[in-house]
Nanobody
Framework: QSQLVESGGGLVQPGGSLRLSCAASGFTFDGLTISWFRQAPGKEREWVSCITSGRTTNYANSVKGRFTISRDNAKNTIYLQMNSLKPEDTAVYYC????????????????WGQGTQVTVSS
């Protein structure tokens, strides 16, 4: 059974950092494109970043220069390093997988994790 499990969320002060992890199982991991999405209370789920099997990366303008996505194929894990965090980054963060290239559209991803909460507050 294919599964994605996020971890690494928590409470951090503005300007701080967190690293999220997305562990995949039951997939041919090397061929996956993985995206991170986030959803704040009362808002729609929004795309944050993605990384392809060829390690091409893309970022939403709101996080460009602050967040870095990477992958470790030996560990079947995707990371999202988040620096210079702002209160507006507060959300539940989800990873999602698909077999082809990056897309910011929620509807094209069939596999999702359960999410991890990130709260940025003083």
């Amino acid at each position: 059974q294919s599964q994605l499990v996020e971890s690494g969320g928590g409470l951090v002060q503005p300007g701080g950092s967190l690293r999220l992890s997305c562990a995949a199982s039951g997939f041919t991991f090397d061929g996956l494109t993985i995206s991170w999405f986030r959803q704040a209370p009362g808002k729609e789920r929004e795309w944050v970043s993605c990384i392809t099997s060829g390690r091409t990366t893309n970022y939403a303008n709101s996080v460009k220069g602050r967040f870095t996505i990477s992958r470790d194929n030996a560990k079947n894990t995707i990371y999202l390093q988040m620096n210079s965090l702002k209160p507006e980054d507060t959300a539940v963060y989800y990873c999602a997988a698909r077999g082809v290239g990056c897309s910011p559209l929620v509807i094209v991803y069939r596999n999702w994790g359960q999410g991890t909460q990130v709260t940025v507050s003083s």
